[in-house]
């Protein structure tokens, strides 16, 4: 049983090492950290959120607080 557990241990390590751990940069450059949490009815580019023409009844919560344009 030992003899087991310390061959697995081996082949775990051996993976380990070998392994690429690098990790490519995903591409965000077009999205805004406002666009992960958009109000539902609204669209959010950059430090705009626009919720016009949307038939809404009152001022959604939750507007990204970078927003600099309503």
């Known amino acids: 049983m030992r003899a087991s557990v310390a061959f697995v241990l081996g082949i775990i390590a051996v993976l ?10 995903p591409d965000v450059a077009h999205l805004s950290f406002s666009s992960f949490r958009c109000p539902r009815g609204c669209t959010c580019t ?3 959120t626009d ?12 507007i990204p607080p970078e927003t600099e344009r309503l």
């Open 16 to 25: 380990i090492v070998s392994c690429d751990w690098s990790v490519a940069e």
């Open 46 to 48: 950059g430090t705009t």
């Open 51 to 62: 919720c016009s023409h949307r038939g809404l009844a009152q001022v959604p919560k939750n």
